[in-house]
C-alpha cells in the first residue's frame, strides 16, 4: 500500500462522491443500498446513516456485534470533527507516525482512526452527515462505502476505487 496514492484517492472519492441534496429519503436508499450491498456478499456488519448527528439509517447485520456499534460511533465522532474519512486519517496518522491522542489530545474511547466512517456532503454546502460501517478490514469497510456511494450517484467506481493492495 501505498500511503500517498491512498490519501490522494481518499480526497478524491471526497471530492467527487457529494450529493446535490441529502435528506431522510436519501439516508434511507443510502443505508438499504449499503446492507443489501453487505448481505450479498456476506458481510457480518453494522451500517449508520445520520443527517447532523441526527441517525437516519442503522441495521445490525446477522454476525455484527455491539462493538461494531460502538466502533461506528468513535468513526461518527472523527468525521464530524475532522470532515474527512476516518480512514484518511488513519493513513494520515500513520504516515506521521502518530495518533489521534498524541496529536490532538483525544481520547480513543471516544475517536478512533479506523477505516469505515465517511462524510456525507451536498455539493455547495459541505459535510452534512455521515456514513458508517464496521465489521471487516478496515480497508474493506472503507471500500464499500465507496463502491456503493460510486453506484448511488453515477461515478464509475474504477475512477475513484483504492489500489488493489
Not at 438499504?32 to 446513516?49: K, M, Q, S, T, W
Not at 504516515?95 to 479506523?114: D, H
Not at 452527515?129 to 480497508?139: D, E, H, M, P, Y
Request: net charge negative; glycine share 10%; proline share 3%.
Amino acid at each position: 500500500m501505498n500511503l500517498d496514492a491512498d490519501l490522494a484517492r481518499i480526497a478524491l472519492q471526497e471530492e467527487r462522491l457529494q450529493f446535490e441534496s441529502f435528506g431522510p429519503d436519501t439516508a434511507w436508499a443510502l443505508g438499504c443500498r449499503l446492507r443489501e450491498a453487505a448481505v450479498a456478499a456476506g458481510h457480518r456488519v453494522a451500517i449508520e446513516v445520520c443527517q447532523n448527528g441526527f441517525p437516519l439509517f442503522y441495521s445490525a447485520l446477522a454476525g455484527s456485534s455491539p462493538d461494531n456499534a460502538d466502533w461506528i460511533r468513535r468513526k461518527r465522532n472523527v468525521v464530524e470533527r475532522f470532515h474527512k474519512s476516518s480512514y484518511a486519517l488513519c493513513l494520515m496518522m500513520e504516515k506521521r507516525g502518530s495518533t489521534l491522542t498524541e496529536r490532538y489530545g483525544i481520547p480513543l474511547s471516544e475517536y478512533v482512526a479506523a477505516g469505515g466512517g465517511f462524510p456525507v456532503r451536498v455539493r455547495g454546502t459541505g459535510v452534512v452527515g455521515f456514513i458508517g460501517v464496521s465489521g471487516l478490514a478496515q480497508r474493506d469497510d472503507h471500500g464499500l462505502i465507496v463502491e456503493v456511494l460510486a453506484g448511488m450517484l453515477g461515478v464509475a467506481l474504477a475512477e475513484v476505487a483504492l489500489a488493489a493492495e
